[in-house]
């Protein structure tokens, strides 16, 4: 339960998931707010259509009594009936169609209120037409039949019809089409989407620039620490000159830009100490040996060729002295190893000489085992930096291969270029390692195989189990990877990977 608190808690203080869920916030908020100020809308508008058609229906019905009666009132005079009815922003208009018509048949423009001149009768029954009211008269005599429909007046002046009222007389049906001119600013979105709303498009307008700016800046925040790691990355490698301080560009960095420098400056400071104190090490401890070498001369000469003791005691002082002698190499390589994590030197590794070369550094110890060490170099690649690092892990690796491989048989160094990455191959015909083993093979202090034939003076590593882990540290130093696998048939194989350069 804490491990998933640890790794939720982590999860959140990422950036990328951070951003992640402003992004969405930024998708949700339009929509959440479209939708909620839309049903806002409608409702407003449904409200005042409401409103538009009670006051056309009440028109209606005051001037329904005047209709009954318009059998005997002269057509020229039904105008004047209209215009006593019509108000600003009102208008009305009067059709009648006979009985004696065809149910299917058109509608008499009777009069209107305002007037509308004869020139523009044509223009108006175009206009009836187009928003559907002609269409709806002969279902209208059958009752009230309200409308909200939109019509566009030839001095570009909306309406909205808001009723027909039917009139059912002796002679016929009377309809009385009422609208309303739509002069507010509110008004005249009627039946518009609700995004043609100026208020709406400005809002938009202002969410999309700051949604733009955000984006502008989250962009500039994530290519900054990009390059920012770029930048660390050439800086450390040196293959940019000057202080990472010198080449950041974000100035809230700057103190993290002066920390990396100061960090570098210690681990190259450390690295060169390393050095000097293991060649410092070295020197020290020849002194002696070279000293005690020097003296077991007289001794030698002095011991009789009988003296079995003697010459057993001289025998084991010359084995110490081998040993010792091969302590100390295996200190200065460590600790330039060590060195060379801390700093790795930067120029590029022909990697098919160095496998020639650590090969041919341990032809002499396969010799004396009666093993043959064959290297294949398949074809020619180069690795971009950590050489000494390199020839120590496959050192390592080629020792630990000879120390388990049986005598007469063959270990096996192959150099293969990929399309992105070169495989060096080490593969011996010894015991292997049980497969449930193979993931702890790398680990400190750590030998599975049988150590009965081991050789304790050979190597870094000697038989503490240090000889692959330290191959390990050093291929992820210079950015390589390092396997271990059971050969079919028997034997064992690790394969070291590094970048090409």
């Not at 509308?116 to 039949?145: F, I, K, N, T």
Request: hydrophobic letters at 45%; a neutral charge.
């Amino acid at each position: 339960m804490a491990e998933t608190g640890a790794q939720l808690h982590r999860l959140w203080r990422s950036l990328t998931v951070r951003a992640l869920v402003v992004l969405a916030l930024f998708i949700a908020l339009p929509v959440v707010l479209y939708l909620t100020f839309r049903q806002a809308d409608i409702d407003r508008q449904r409200l005042l259509l409401e409103s538009i058609r009670v006051k056309g229906l009440t028109v209606g019905r005051v001037l329904e009594e005047r209709l009954q009666r318009a059998d005997m009132i002269p057509l020229f005079r039904l105008g004047e009936e209209l215009a006593r009815f019509q108000t600003e922003g009102v208008s009305l208009r009067l059709l009648f169609r006979p009985h004696e018509s065809a149910p299917d048949s058109g509608f008499l423009y009777v009069a209107s209120a305002p007037p509308v001149q004869p020139a523009d009768l044509e223009d108006e029954r175009r206009r009836l037409e187009s928003s559907g009211v002609l269409a709806q008269l002969g279902e209208s005599c059958a009752g009230d039949l309200p409308l909200a429909l939109r019509v566009e007046r030839a001095d570009r002046v909306s309406e909205l019809i808001t009723s027909l009222t039917p009139v059912r007389t002796a002679r016929g049906c009377w309809v009385l089409v009422i609208s309303s001119n739509l002069t507010d600013e509110a008004e005249k979105r009627l039946g518009q989407p609700y995004w043609h709303a100026p208020e709406v498009q400005v809002a938009a307008a202002i969410y999309l620039i700051f949604a733009a700016i955000v984006l502008v800046i989250a962009f500039d925040i994530g290519h900054g620490l990009r390059r920012f790691a770029a930048t660390a990355r050439a800086v450390a490698e040196r293959r940019i000159e000057g202080r990472f301080a010198q080449r950041n560009q974000i100035p809230e960095l700057e103190p993290v830009a002066h920390a990396f420098d100061r960090m570098e400056d210690s681990l190259r400071s450390t690295a060169s100490e390393l050095r000097a104190a293991a060649e410092e090490s070295a020197h020290a401890f020849k002194t002696p040996l070279g000293t005690i070498r020097q003296a077991m001369v007289p001794l030698r000469t002095r011991v009789a060729g009988d003296d079995k003791r003697s010459q057993q005691a001289l025998m084991a002082v010359d084995g110490a002295l081998e040993k010792l002698d091969a302590l100390v190499r295996a200190a200065r390589n460590l600790d330039d190893s060590v060195a060379d994590r801390l700093d790795p030197p930067r120029e590029k590794v022909d990697l098919g000489a160095l496998v020639e070369d650590v090969v041919d550094t341990f032809a002499a110890d396969a010799a004396a085992r009666n093993i043959s060490l064959r290297p294949s170099i398949e074809s020619e690649a180069t690795a971009p930096l950590g050489g000494r690092l390199i020839a120590d892990a496959l050192g390592q690796v080629i020792e630990n291969a000879l120390s388990y491989a049986p005598g007469g048989s063959t270990v096996t160094v192959t150099l293969h270029r990929g399309t992105r990455r070169v495989l060096i191959v080490v593969a011996d015909n010894g015991p292997g390692v049980e497969a449930a083993l193979l993931p702890h093979i790398f680990d400190r202090h750590v030998s599975f195989r049988d150590r009965s034939r081991h050789d304790a003076t050979a190597g870094t590593g000697g038989n503490f189990g240090l000889g692959l882990w330290v191959a390990k540290r050093n291929m992820e130093s210079v950015g390589g990877t390092i396997e271990a696998a059971n050969r079919r048939g028997g034997g064992f194989i690790v394969t070291l990977g590094l970048p090409l350069a």
